[in-house]
């Protein structure tokens, strides 16, 4: 099982990014999918997560209403669009699969892990 982060880059302030997480070797079409981030000489912290058809979403505060999580289950994809970037949002983020139940905050509750893609905010 693997899943695949791409989209980083380097992107002024007030930019967007769309980070895409492929799966394979599963389907996780039926798993909630979260988003996660880890700033240099901080703590990997919850940024987003979408349940298993889409319905529902959770963000963090911080990042509500400038990120937007979304999946396609037909391609056992996830997507985080990023928009309004600002320096804060600069870290490696993360994107995992299949949580303990009540546990998509928590990073220690995800089965899967993808590696890291780094996003660079510029001021």
């Known amino acids: 099982v693997q899943l695949q982060a791409s989209g980083g880059g380097l992107v002024q302030a007030g930019g967007s990014l769309r980070l895409s997480c492929a799966a394979s070797g599963r389907t996780f079409s039926s798993a909630v999918m979260g988003w996660f981030r880890q700033a240099p000489g901080k703590e990997r912290e919850f940024v987003a997560a979408?349940?298993?058809?889409?319905?529902?979403?959770y963000y963090l505060d911080s990042v509500k209403r400038r990120f937007t999580i979304s999946r396609e289950n037909a391609k056992n994809r996830v997507y985080l669009q990023m928009n309004s970037l600002k320096p804060e949002d600069t870290a490696a983020y993360f994107c995992?699969?299949?949580?303990?139940?009540?546990?998509?905050?928590?990073?220690?509750?995800?089965?899967?892990w993808g590696q890291g893609t780094k996003v660079t905010v510029s001021s």
């Open positions: 979408v349940n298993w058809n889409g319905g529902r979403t």
């Open positions: 995992a699969a299949d949580p303990s139940p009540a546990g998509y905050m928590d990073a220690l509750s995800y089965t899967y």
